[in-house]
């Protein structure tokens, strides 16, 4: 046995091989336990206002009422929830989930065109959204089966300071567009009604769902990972199993910076440190370094989670250096690839380790994790978590010996059950042993390290967040003067790659900055091309497939200043 999992040998002391799936038996549960145990400790900060566990019961207990006993919504419906980190997700969430609801969780930043495929596609009945994104649900609501809208702002739950905030966003920094949604109806409006309701007794098992995770498609198309209550408490219990040792149940302070609704967070910060009864410090604009200094000097953290453009923003910010880093002892990359020069850099500020972690929206997410007594990076993304099997597969679907590089194959109790109504691109990449495909190359140690080699193959990877290709491309040729196009990501100092479009012109007039206004119409920030380059022909293959993989070596051996 230890032959075919050489990483037993290598896990830290105390962490087992296997997990108890049957600990719990939903998401709920896990709450449920967590909201009776640490009731009076404090479980999010934001702005200044921390909310203690017994609070944040008491509120989605009364989100839940309002959901099942106003709304009349069941097991099953889904909602969508379209939301920074703000103390309104975790209620939302949790009152969701407490109710049987699906959650689909939604980006805000996403154009009109994305929102409308998203909620058409999960068929969410209801949206929770910050006032901020209101104006692009505007757009597309009538389009789509959604029937109940909970709006709110950045300072409902701050009270008189959240009023000042909610005033400033709006008329002074002018970050709140009109918008009209006659029938919505406010957070604190929907709270106050679902409290006169009592929760209905819901029935949950591991079968069913809690999430519907939306991933880019190599089709370009998101599709939505079906992850459920199974996926997700095996996958708290794996990661809650693996930092289980390090970490004390009531006194950790998690910085949670990567948005909420993102698999990675979600998982490790939103509700691995629920159930260990830690403080979700919520970071509602990570991009404001200097206000996210201000913010870590202020939390006595004991760990944080990002990716690497994170970590390097934070090392480039004045006055991160002079943070108190004293109760700090867990920091955990994932998403993108750590870069060996930010980690080493991370080391010699915060006396921590910056351990990577690799997982994937379609294994809830976590599948591998570095030993968190590492004593220095090490470029791997670590050992399979317990209860997990990794492999590297030929092309033609063999087991690799040890060493050798091909397809990294993932199979546990945190795989997901398929893709939302998409049958053919679930067999894809999910086989009837419950191997997962995740598309990149990879090799394994004799220790059971992990490495990646390379990535999906044409997969851009912007601050840790996927981009594919083929959606930036079928956007693209639906301008009328493009008559080619390619899109490839080239690596970028600030967000690890950035896409770059290779255009080949129906109209001879079309200019980079109208193309790219084009672009910024039509895709969420991270998926707009900074670099585009006109060229007179693409390379293609002999049935006149568009090369990328050509384009994106000639990028690679063209000197930096090309």
Known sequence: MSNERPWLAHYPEGVPAQIDLHAYASVAAVLEEAFAKFRDRPAFHSFGKELSYGQIDELSRQFAGYLTGVLKLGKGDRIAIMMPNVLQYPIALFGALRAGLVVVNTNPMYTARELKHQLEDAGAKAIVVLDNFAATLQQVVAETEVEHIVTTGIGDLLGLKGTLINFVLKHIKKMVPDYRLPHAVRFRDALAQGAAHPVPKVDLGHDDLAFLQYTGGTTGVAKGAMLSHGNMVANMLQAGA??????????????????????????????????LGGLNWLITNPRDMPGFVKELKKSRFTALTG????????????????????????????????????????KKVTGVTLAEAYGLTETSPAACINPLDLKDYNSSIGLPIPSTDVAIWSEDSQPLPIGEVGELMVKGPQVMQ??????????????????????????????????????????ILVSGFNVYPNEVEDIVMTHPGVAEVAAVGVPDEHSGEVVKLFVVRKDPNLTVEALKEFCRENLTGYKRPKLIEFRDALPKSNVGKILRRELRDEKKAASPAA
Not at 309 to 326: C, K, M, R
Not at 432 to 442: E, K, P, V
């Open 307 to 346: 990716v690497n453009t994170l970590f390097n923003g934070l090392l480039n910010t004045p006055g991160f250096a002079e943070v108190d880093f004293s109760r700090l002892h867990l920091s955990l990359g994932g998403g993108m690839a750590v870069q060996r020069a930010v980690a080493e850099r991370w």
């Open 418 to 459: 398929g893709y939302w109504k998409r049958p053919d691109e679930t067999a894809k990449v999910l086989g009837a042993d419950g191997w997962l495909h995740t598309g990149d190359i990879a090799r394994m140690d004799a220790n059971g390290y992990v490495y990646i080699v390379d990535r999906k193959k044409d997969m």
């Open 242 to 275: 693996w930092i289980g040792t390090n970490a004390k149940p009531g006194e950790e302070v998690i910085i949670t910076a990567l948005p909420l609704y993102h698999i990675f967070s979600l998982t490790a910060n939103g509700l691995v440190f629920t159930r």
